[in-house]
């Protein structure tokens, strides 16, 4: 399970970034889940979106607090 390490918001949408994970086989995409509930479990209903980079905004969010876990897929 991954933790996003920097985050900033605005009307409707916020930007997380992460640093790069490293394994013995490579990164080919991170796959990026939401909720507005703190140590969710991440799954395929609360998924945003995908990434190659490690940085990801998400638009379409609602106003609140909003919690992230990124994962990386190899």
Same mark, same amino acid.
């Given at each position: 399970q991954g933790r996003v390490?920097?985050?900033e918001g605005g009307l409707g949408s916020a930007t997380?970034?992460?640093t *790069? !994970?490293?394994d013995n086989t490579g990164v080919a995409l991170y796959n990026i889940h939401r *909720? !507005?509930?703190p140590g969710f479990q991440p799954s395929a209903?609360?998924?945003v979106g995908q990434s190659t980079s490690t940085t990801f905004t998400n638009?379409?969010?609602a106003a609140g607090a909003q919690y992230f876990v990124v994962t990386a897929y190899s």
């Open positions: 390490f920097g985050g997380v970034s992460w *790069a !994970s490293v *909720a !507005s509930t209903a609360n998924r638009t379409g969010v």
